[in-house]
């Protein structure tokens, strides 16, 4: 991803979502040809030269301060995850690179972690990366997102060309972006799709090197007209806490409220939890769920790696039963 692309449009459609009326520049009932703020205004508030400001919206942001940063952050009323995404674009602008894009390891789940999931019974639990990869889950976990589980699975074997080839991680954008059925899955459909592109966003102003990432937003720029849209966007978001709605196909509607917690020795791993509140009626879908899902025969290890097999029998695999699939 081109650093210097990515700071321009950053930053023009940042002034473009400011009003002078927002910014306190009174206007006087002028004809003004830009939406939001013109150059020189950001500058003037900003404390900086004009010619100085459009040389960083041209993507010239090597070696500038943190201060100027901050005070340009400020002019433009950037929120915690705007600021922290220019900060990133400019590390990574300060940092020259002429190595192709890498590689990056597997990221495996600890085992100390796999066993916090398995404790963690009556939540749902799973473990992302900031690709939207589904590293691990719960019991709980793997019921709930059988859907994205499905998908994956299904992928993987219409693509498998040999004993050990490996397969793709169950992938929260991908699924979004391609599998028809999402649209049911998550009533909030588009709202859940923003957030998710804004996240693979923030992402890649943190890693702009890695390999799978752009690979995968490639694809679904490609393959997905709305992606493609959302991402020439430029939003980023920082995801920690709130409520998110599903439509199971076996539990029917749910609203949980979710919790984040990045994991330290980790990097770039995050664990999400889904709790509902007891007696309500996502609270007996969740337990109805929970039930479901470790019910005789079928029978799996929590905290499995999502990579890996579930051990539950092809009649009791969580997301095989998805009728009713629309376009999103």
């Known amino acids: 991803m ?35 703020l013109r150059r020189e205004e950001v500058a003037q508030l900003a404390g900086v030269s004009a010619d100085y400001y459009t040389r960083l919206e041209r993507g010239s942001i090597r070696g500038v301060s943190d201060a100027v940063l901050e005070a340009v952050s400020s002019a433009l009323q950037l929120d915690e995850a705007e600021r922290a995404h220019l900060m990133d674009l400019a590390r990574t602008a ?9 590689q990056p390891p597997q990221q495996r789940v600890r085992p100390g972690v796999l066993r916090l999931l398995d404790g963690m019974t009556g939540a749902v639990a799973i ?22 589980f499905s998908f ?6 219409a693509a498998q060309s040999g004993p050990g080839t490996p ?29 998710t592109v804004a996240m693979l966003r923030s992402e890649s102003g943190r890693n702009p090197d890695d390999r799978v990432l752009n690979e995968l937003v490639g694809e679904l720029t ?3 007209a709305l992606f493609a849209a959302l991402w020439a966007g430029h939003d980023v978001r920082i995801h920690t806490a709130g409520t998110k709605r599903f439509h199971h196909p076996l539990a029917g509607d749910l609203s949980l409220q979710f919790e984040t917690l990045d994991l330290p020795g980790d990097e770039g791993q995050t ?9 309500s009626a996502s609270g007996n879908a969740l337990t109805f769920l929970a039930s479901w899902a470790a019910s005789p025969p079928g029978t799996t290890t929590a905290g499995t790696p999502a990579g890996g097999s579930p ?13 009713g699939k629309t376009e999103p």
Do not use: C, M
Not at 9 to 35: C, D, H, N, W
Not at 152 to 157: I, L, V, Y
Not at 178 to 188: C, I
């Open 271 to 279: 664990l999400f939890t889904f709790t509902a509140e007891p007696g």
């Open 311 to 323: 051990g539950l029998p092809s009649h009791s695999q969580p997301g095989t039963l998805n009728p």
């Open 127 to 148: 473990v992302q990366n900031g690709r939207s990869d589904v590293l691990a889950a719960n019991l709980l976990g793997r019921a709930l997102y059988g859907p994205v």
């Open 167 to 195: 397969g793709r991680l169950p992938n929260q954008a991908r699924y979004l972006f391609l599998d028809p059925g999402a649209g049911d899955f998550y009533p909030d459909w588009r709202a859940v799709a923003a957030t």
């Open 2 to 36: 081109d650093r210097r692309d990515d700071i321009r449009a950053f930053l023009i459609t940042r002034r473009a979502k400011i009003s002078p009326e927002q910014a306190g520049i009174p206007v006087y009932g002028e004809l003004r040809r830009v939406p939001g």
């Open 152 to 157: 994956a699975a299904q992928f993987n074997s």
């Open 222 to 224: 490609t393959r997905s």
């Open 94 to 102: 300060n940092v020259p690179s002429r190595r192709l894009p890498r």
